[in-house]
């Protein structure tokens, strides 16, 4: 592999003009697809064998009405609140909530109707229009009187005023569109009325429900912050603004091509609108890295010669073979997102390894390119000029060196000091409770999240979002009141249940009913997850006794389900994604102890950042967050990013270690060689992930926040704690042990030669000549 990459580095160079144009070529025509042909990304999520989400789909048929499971459903929900010792009932408020609905229902796109009933005066004014509007539905005359009743039922069942008459809820939603398909410009709309409302009338107003979420996935202005960050690092690393941007602007290039691929794929086949996110942030992280690496070698390689196409040549020919590899260690990562088994997660997965390909095939033909282009200029506009300090045999003596060296006098101490400090901070995951992002995550000073608490001070927790269940009586037989004195029966055996706060009486037909369970904690309190798995234990006996087929749905049990099924996820998918990429690095390293340390390494530093993760924003430590649950597909997403990232700063650190050894040099000369060519871009790749993830710690929503910090907390472990300590320290241990082979195993394993053994370097003839101090090092 090495000399084929060394003749394509040469080629891209000597053939600039080529290579750019085919380059632009690919943006252009891959752009104009997207802007001619493209379709609107699907925003429809299906996961396929979840109770709870099969039974919301078939909720619609079974009641017999129109429209799709609660998860689609934009339900807005306006909770109105008279200050401390006052109620809403006096005629001020009456009148500024009538306003207060008027203005609502004046919306284009909310229903020009919005009933509200919070008391059985209101219920009494609104029971004709209820009588006509259920007769209409029905096809037969429903009498007033009878429309009442039904009214004053459901008051009585699930009331829309508190106890004090303080705080009132005004539920309505979104007319004619699913969730996914609510717009910002909506939603704002919404909130212009709330406020306004709530100035003219000196009451509390906050909105909340579905159709109100919004999930940050970030933002132009964090993006900018990044990239900005980035540069600066480069220019400190490189000392060039040429050599700076050179990284920026060829993983920008990778990063629109493969999102313009997405893109452009919605003419020929459905794509889910979440494809590009990921696709977006891993793309940008690993073509940094990759044209930086290429970048670095290419001026390493040049202290050994003048001639430009020689050191590009080497240059693609080593640090490219180890960006190949890299890359497929990110795309294994990214691909096995589909063992989880949600589609969108797939999706998501998919896109991002097309594009890390993408930023791969980038870095090894349009960065030699760009040199080309430049030739001496290369590192032109230069801040300070590239003067290493240099010891008496000639090499290069920098903080690499001098780290490497520090931690070789007492590897012993310093792997029992990762390993138990990693471990400490491991602990809190032991206590990982998962979540979906809802209303009651929503920032502090948001309004969904004060609409939260007055609904849990007026109403309590459980009428945040109830669970749904159905009874199927589709197949039961019997007639129409013998199936009712089994939705009674269901009814009261859920009432009876530990954690139920109330059970709303049963609604339904011949084929079937739904009965509201308000729990007595919040969706995201872990008791509610236990009375979500008492309630499916018992459906069982109960479908024998009944005859009918029961499920519980609802928002809070599809959340829960999901995040069951993510959970259960994380080990088949860490040992797909770890097995398969030990394949891969025994290729790469030609051992069986350098990838097993680098696996392990890995996972001692993922357990640490959930650790450390699940104590400050699930357990509140050091007071900076409130206590709330870990987003659910936050842990999936941590191990394919960072997998994907720290076999990057492995396969770039080690194979350098695996060069020297190769070409003659002891152990011990090895590793202090290795860091004295990769430590400082290592530091700097990682420098640059950290600063551009911990962007996303300045963010409002906690979700975002905690992602934000879970990503950056996991580069420092891993880049700076296992890759440059825990790693090099194990290699001094294992000493020419760490590149062992069993015989039978070395002649089945193709060589890939990543470290360029088979490309010709005369000057490294007497490179590794004997050092005192190495020499030193090695006896000790």
Do not use: C
Not at 25 to 47: C, E, L, N, Y
Not at 183 to 210: C, F, H, I, K
């Amino acid at each position: 592999m090495a000399k084929l990459l060394y003749r394509l580095g040469k080629t891209a160079y000597r053939r600039w003009p080529i290579f750019v144009a085919v380059w632009l070529i690919v943006i252009i025509g891959v752009g104009a697809v997207a802007t001619t042909m493209s379709k609107p990304m699907s925003t429809t999520f299906s996961m396929p064998g979840l109770e709870s989400v099969e039974a919301a789909e078939e909720l619609p048929e079974i009641m017999g009405t129109e429209g799709g499971s609660v998860l689609d459903a934009a339900s807005i929900e306006v909770v109105v609140a008279a200050p401390e010792g006052e109620t809403l009932t006096t005629p001020e408020s009456q009148k500024a909530v009538a306003d207060l609905v008027g203005d609502l229902a004046a919306l284009e796109d909310v229903p020009d109707q919005i009933s509200y009933i919070w008391t059985p005066e209101q219920a009494e004014a609104a029971a004709p229009a209820y009588a006509e509007a259920m007769s209409a539905e029905s096809g037969q005359q429903v009498p007033t009187e009878q429309a009442l009743q039904m009214l004053l039922g459901q008051l009585e069942a699930q009331p829309t005023l508190s106890e004090d008459g303080r705080i009132g809820l005004i539920s309505t939603e979104f007319e004619d569109v699913d969730v996914a398909d609510v717009t910002p410009e909506m939603q704002q709309e919404v909130t212009d009325v709330v406020e306004q409302a709530a100035e003219d009338s000196g009451l509390q107003v906050e909105v909340r429900g579905q159709g109100m979420q919004v999930m940050e996935m970030g933002s132009a202005s964090a993006e900018l912050v990044g990239i900005a960050l980035a540069l600066l690092i480069l220019l400190l690393t490189f000392g060039s603004f040429v050599a700076a941007g050179l990284p920026i602007l060829t993983a920008g290039v990778g990063v629109a091509i493969g999102t313009l691929s997405i893109t452009a794929l919605t003419a020929f086949t459905e794509v889910s609108s979440t494809t590009p996110m990921l696709a977006t942030m891993i793309g940008l992280a690993v073509g940094i890295d990759y044209a930086l690496f290429i970048l670095a070698r290419y001026r390493s390689e040049l202290d050994h010669t003048d001639d430009r196409v020689e050191a590009i040549g080497i240059a693609v020919g080593t640090a490219g073979s180890a960006v190949v590899f890299a890359g497929l260690t990110v795309v294994i990562a990214l691909t096995a997102l589909s063992v989880v088994g949600i589609p969108f997660l797939t999706a998501m997965g998919i896109g991002a390894a097309a594009t890390v390909v993408v930023a791969v095939l980038v870095a090894l033909t349009l960065v030699p390119a760009l040199l080309g282009l430049f030739k001496s200029k290369a590192f032109g506009l230069s801040v300070r000029h590239y003067r290493p300090k240099r010891e008496a045999n000639g090499r290069v003596l920098n903080n690499g060196v001098r780290w490497a060296r520090f931690i070789g006098k007492a590897p012993i101490a310093w792997v029992l000091i990762v390993i138990i400090g990693l471990g400490a901070l491991a602990i809190p995951f032991k206590d990982l409770h998962l979540g979906m992002p809802s209303d009651s995550t929503a920032p502090e000073d948001s309004s969904r999240r004060q609409a939260v608490e007055l609904v849990v001070e007026g109403f309590g927790p459980g009428r945040l979002d109830p669970m749904m269940l159905v009874v199927d009586a589709r197949e039961m037989p019997g007639e129409l009141a013998e199936k009712q004195a089994a939705y009674t029966k269901v009814a009261e055996w859920a009432g009876s249940m530990d954690g139920v706060a109330k059970v709303v009486p049963p609604s339904g037909s011949e084929n079937g009913a739904v009965i509201l369970i308000e729990p007595e904690t919040a969706p995201e309190d872990e008791a509610t997850d236990e009375l979500l798995a008492e309630l499916r234990e018992g459906e069982g006996a109960l479908e024998e006794e009944t005859g009918a087929d029961l499920a519980v749905t609802g928002t809070s049990a599809i959340m829960s389900d999901i995040s069951e099924k993510l959970n259960d996820a994380l080990l088949p998918y860490l040992a797909i994604v770890i097995g398969l990429a030990f394949i891969l690095l025994m290729l790469v390293f030609r051992s069986i102890l350098v990838p097993l340390t680098a696996t392990l390494g890995f996972l001692l530093s993922v357990l640490a950042t959930l650790g450390v993760t699940v104590a400050v924003f699930q357990e509140g430590a050091f007071g900076i967050f409130d206590g709330q649950p870990i987003v659910s597909f936050m842990p999936i997403f941590l191990i394919g990013l960072v997998f994907g990232l720290a076999m990057d700063y492995q396969v770039f650190l080690v194979t350098r270690i695996r060069e020297a050894h190769v070409h003659g040099a002891s152990y011990k000369e090895a590793v202090v060689d290795g860091f004295r060519n990769s430590a400082r871009v290592v530091t700097a790749a990682a420098l640059i992930m950290t600063a551009v993830f911990a962007g996303f710690i300045m963010m409002d929503d906690p979700i975002i926040k905690s992602m934000g910090f879970a990503l950056a907390a996991a580069v420092i472990f891993d880049a700076f704690i296992v890759r440059m300590l825990l790693i090099p320290t194990l290699m001094y241990l294992m000493k020419e042990k760490a590149w062992w082979l069993p015989k039978w195993l070395d002649r089945i394993l193709p060589n890939v030669d990543v470290e360029g053994e088979g490309l010709e370097r005369h000057y490294l003839a007497d490179h590794y000549a004997d050092d005192p101090r190495e020499s030193e090092l090695v006896k000790s």
